[in-house]
């Protein structure tokens, strides 16, 4: 895509490496609309890249494979490990297998019945058997819901949490949509105070008790900074973001 969506206004240089701390990387995607209520919605995306101490690479939500970005890839280290975290962020994970055959493929809970589009065989991520070739650097926790589940990691060596869609915080002087601006708003999921929408929430209600186990794990590892998928992510005061956003539950 070139040049703002009409929507909203993308994170741009897109598709490009940007540092967030030692061997730790975002990559910020182009638009894409998600279909909500009858309505299409204009969603930035976003791909988290950490560095492995064997020099591996460890890819969290692979946005789409634009062919410079995967050059780049290619030069930054051997792909290892590919992450669907959640029910909703894996649209991409077949094209990045392709390209990287040798790659283990790890999904949250519940997509191999929810994926609407066919997936190479992976492993489902439990916490009782933390896949060998990241065990000690990235921890992770299981977030367990009636809409998805969404499984959390933790890079220890950054101290860096990474989500995907438990928070959203979307910029409103971004947002061009007077429609979507209005409902990110109503919603609770703008900056300066993004959270889990309204509704995602309440999917949460009948596991609020596990909810809340798995936000005091991510409080307990005291991030500095958490990447989110959608909108601003928080590159300080980690621990304490969480407790905001994060209050419906705490």
């Known amino acids: 895509m070139n040049g703002p969506d009409n929507r909203i206004e993308p994170y741009e240089p897109l598709n490009v490496l940007k540092p967030v701390a030692d061997d730790i990387f975002i990559v910020d995607g182009p638009v894409i609309d998600f279909s909500y209520a009858g309505l299409k919605l204009p969603f930035p995306t976003r791909m988290t890249v950490v560095r492995l101490a064997d020099g591996s690479l460890w890819l969290h939500s692979p946005t789409h494979p634009d062919p410079t970005l995967v050059e780049t890839i290619h030069g930054l280290g051997p792909v290892a490990h590919i992450v669907a975290p959640n029910t909703l962020h894996y649209w991409y994970i077949q094209d990045w297998a392709e390209l990287f055959p040798q790659a283990r493929l790890h999904y949250a809970p519940g997509l191999d019945r929810k994926a609407k589009r066919p997936l190479p065989a992976g492993q489902t991520l439990d916490p009782r058997s933390p896949p060998d070739g990241w065990d000690g650097e990235i921890d992770f926790v299981v977030v367990t819901g009636d809409l998805f589940d969404e499984v959390d990691f933790f890079h220890r060596a950054s101290r860096t949490l990474i989500l995907t ?86």
Do not use: C
Request: glycine share 6%; charged share 30%.
């Open 165 to 250: 869609d438990l928070i959203e915080n979307f910029e409103p002087e971004r947002v061009k949509s007077w429609l979507f601006r209005q409902a990110v708003k109503l919603a609770g999921a703008a900056d300066p105070d993004g959270s889990a929408p309204i509704d995602m929430r309440l999917t949460f209600a009948r596991h609020k008790a596990l909810v809340r186990a798995a936000v005091r794990q991510m409080i307990a590892w005291d991030p500095e900074r958490v990447i989110i998928a959608h909108g601003r992510w928080y590159g300080t005061n980690g621990a304490s973001e969480l407790r905001r956003a994060f209050r419906w539950v705490l």
